[in-house]
Nanobody, 127 residues
Framework: QQQLRESGGGLVQPGGSLRLSCAASGSSLDYYVIGWFRQAPGKEREGVSCISGIDGMTNYADSVAGRFTISREKSEPTVYLQMNSLKPEDTAIYYC????????????????????WGQGTQVTVSS
């Protein structure tokens, strides 16, 4: 079982950067896929990025590719999402989630298979 806690959200101007953290307490993340998702008011949940603890594979939604970078700190069970060149349309609550023995071949919008979720962190991009 995993307990996940996101942090690092906040208010930033367009073009700015934020780094989100997803800290896991529980078993090692070595056998999990860790995904970042976001949900804006009135919109459906969107998959943002994922990283595999098994083979290190990463993937990104087209909307964030080239601007966001997902990484994992193995010495501590934490996954980061570095977000650069932020746009107002990136405004949302960002969640991390884990999928045991899952796949990161593509970014999931549904979140099916992700069984543990954090409480979310708000990211607001506005001038």
């Amino acid at each position: 079982q995993q307990q996940l806690r996101e942090s690092g959200g906040g208010l930033v101007q367009p073009g700015g950067s934020l780094r989100l953290s997803c800290a896991a307490s529980g078993s090692s993340l070595d056998y999990y896929v860790i995904g970042w998702f976001r949900q804006a008011p009135g919109k459906e949940r969107e998959g943002v990025s994922c990283i595999s603890g098994i083979d290190g594979m990463t993937n990104y939604a087209d909307s964030v590719a080239g601007r966001f970078t997902i990484s994992r700190e193995k010495s501590e069970p934490t996954v980061y999402l570095q977000m650069n060149s932020l746009k107002p349309e990136d405004t949302a609550i960002y969640y991390c989630a884990t999928d045991l023995f899952g796949s990161c071949n593509e970014v999931s919008n549904s979140g099916n298979g992700y069984d543990f979720w954090g409480q979310g962190t708000q990211v607001t991009v506005s001038s």
